[in-house]
């Protein structure tokens, strides 16, 4: 089982919806945790840390959930533009960052 | 602001042939690492390094090896290619292990025929 598990979805939205994500992680001991966005064929970029207080950037919510052991990100008013696979990233115990498969995300007019 | 440089972007190989991908960084960035990267199975650590002269294994490290002489060049070296390690290969820094954002180079699409 992998540390960092993601519904690879794809999740198929109109412009303007709400979506959201989660990222389980098994470890817990992470200590750190980001969202990455990975447009196809590219590189992927960091999209937000996580923080135990949770992080909002514009459109854009990601919240830890220690007790529970998962990490989500919301997206609000999707755009066209938002489509790309969304890697969530945790550390394990000795600090290396481990990636989640990744979810897909389409959004459609 | 070249960040991280990977070569080749693109590559075939025969089976059993040897290569080397290039990966430097100009941030000055103590870890260093390379992923792979394969259709479902997203992104899974080959190598990485904390530091100059040191290196450690990842989760699949069979068939790759790795050194940082330097703390701006991370080489992959696949030894004796084979089609198994078809894929697409990241590498990636980051100022220090924990907690700070990885800077990916392009990538590296390898095929092994």
């Known amino acids: 089982r992998k540390e960092v598990e993601q519904d690879p979805g794809p999740f198929n939205v109109p412009e303007g919806a709400t979506v959201a994500f989660n990222c389980t992680y098994s470890n817990s001991a992470s200590q750190s945790f980001f969202w990455y966005r990975q447009d196809c064929r590219k590189e992927p970029k960091l999209l937000m840390s996580v923080y135990s207080s949770g992080n909002e ?3 854009f919510t990601a ?3 220690r007790a529970s052991q998962y ?12 489509s790309a696979t969304y890697l969530c990233v945790g550390s394990g115990g000795s600090y290396i960052p481990t990636f989640g498969r990744g979810t897909s995300l ?3 007019p | 602001n070249a ?4 070569t080749p972007k693109f590559q ?5 042939q040897s290569m080397t991908l290039q990966c430097a960084q100009d941030m000055n960035h103590e870890y260093m690492s390379w992923y792979r990267q394969d259709p479902g199975m ?6 990485y390094s904390v530091g100059a002269g040191i290196t450690d294994q990842g989760e699949v490290p069979n068939g790759y090896n790795v050194s940082r002489s330097t703390t701006e060049d991370f080489p992959l070296r696949l030894l004796s290619a084979a089609p198994s390690q078809t894929s697409v290969y990241f590498c990636a820094s980051s100022w ?4 700070t954002e990885a800077f990916f180079g392009q990538g590296t699409r390898l095929t092994v025929v």
């Open chain 1, 57 to 59: 950037d514009g459109r």
């Open chain 1, 63 to 65: 919240q830890l959930n």
């Open chain 1, 71 to 82: 990490i989500s990100l919301l997206i609000r008013d999707s755009k066209l533009s938002d």
């Open chain 1, 106 to 108: 389409i959004v459609h």
């Open chain 2, 3 to 6: 960040g991280v440089t990977q």
């Open chain 2, 12 to 16: 075939v190989l025969k089976t059993g």
């Open chain 2, 42 to 47: 997203g992104l899974r650590l080959i190598h």
């Open chain 2, 96 to 99: 220090r292990l924990e907690n």
